[in-house]
Nanobody, 116 residues
Framework: QVQVVEFGGGSVQSGGSLRLSCTAS????????MGWFRQAPGKEREWVAT???????RYADSMAGRFTISRDNAKNTLVLQMGSLKPEDTGIYSC??????????WGQGTQVTVSS
């Protein structure tokens, strides 16, 4: 049984930084993909970034340069470091994992609130 759990989140002022982490347990090894997604109030969920099973990292264009992900394969952990945060970054941030694309297993989500 795969479980995905997020840590971190909270409130920060505009321009600030926050660090989220996610751990996926239950996989036999690190050959799976992990990703971050977010959902702003009243909007659809959007993709933030992915670390795939081959070690490739990709970002959504709107977040590249401000957000950075890093992965620790020994711990099956994915960290999302967010900088230069804006009020429009407010939302629920969720981590997901999957063998090919990160969509099979989801965490409970964590709230990020950026105030102006």
């Amino acid at each position: 049984q795969v479980q995905v759990v997020e840590f971190g989140g909270g409130s920060v002022q505009s321009g600030g930084s926050l660090r989220l982490s996610c751990t996926a347990s239950g996989y036999r090894d690190s050959r799976f993909s992990m990703g971050w997604f977010r959902q702003a109030p009243g909007k659809e969920r959007e993709w933030v970034a992915t670390s795939d099973r081959y070690g490739n990292i990709r970002y959504a264009d709107s977040m590249a340069g401000r957000f950075t992900i890093s992965r620790d394969n020994a711990k099956n952990t994915l960290v999302l470091q967010m900088g230069s945060l804006k009020p429009e970054d407010t939302g629920i941030y969720s981590c997901a994992a999957g063998l090919v694309v990160p969509q099979d297993y989801w965490g409970q989500g964590t709230q990020v609130t950026v105030s102006s």
